[in-house]
């Protein structure tokens, strides 16, 4: 099982990225799979997640409205669409899969598998 991040970048505030995320030892349906990321000296956040049985997603409140996860099956990668980046969405940002339970989902301690992070920074 494999994660692959990718798409991070340089970007004006205001501005738009989509980060991919692909997948291998597995598919899109095999597990839910997260988004999370780490801005220097704080923790890992939770930012969004999305259920391999129906594909719902949810998002925590600071990027509701702005990122919008969803998933490729003919490509088997699942992508994070963020619009009107601010400044503090800078971070490496880092895709999770399977839900170990027993933790919210936006515990990075509840996820299994992890891809390696791709940079985003969001500066004029």
């Known amino acids: 099982v494999q994660l692959q991040a990718s798409g991070g970048g340089l970007v004006q505030p205001d501005g738009s990225l989509r980060l991919s995320c692909a997948l291998s030892?597995?598919?899109?349906?095999?597990?839910?799979i997260a988004w999370f990321r780490q801005a220097p000296g704080k923790e890992r956040e939770g930012v969004g997640c999305?259920?391999?049985?129906?594909?719902?997603?949810w998002y925590v409140d600071s990027v509701k409205g702005r990122f919008t996860m969803s998933g490729d099956n003919a490509k088997n990668t699942v992508y994070l669409r963020m619009d009107s980046l601010k400044p503090e969405d800078t971070a490496v940002y880092f895709c999770?899969?399977?839900?170990?339970?027993?933790?919210?989902?936006?515990?990075?301690?509840?996820?299994?598998?992890w891809g390696q992070g791709t940079q985003v920074t969001v500066s004029s």
């Open positions: 030892g597995f598919t899109v349906d095999s597990y839910a």
């Open positions: 999305m259920s391999n049985n129906d594909g719902r997603t």
């Open positions: 999770a899969a399977e839900r170990l339970g027993g933790t919210k989902w936006t515990d990075p301690k509840g996820w299994h598998y």
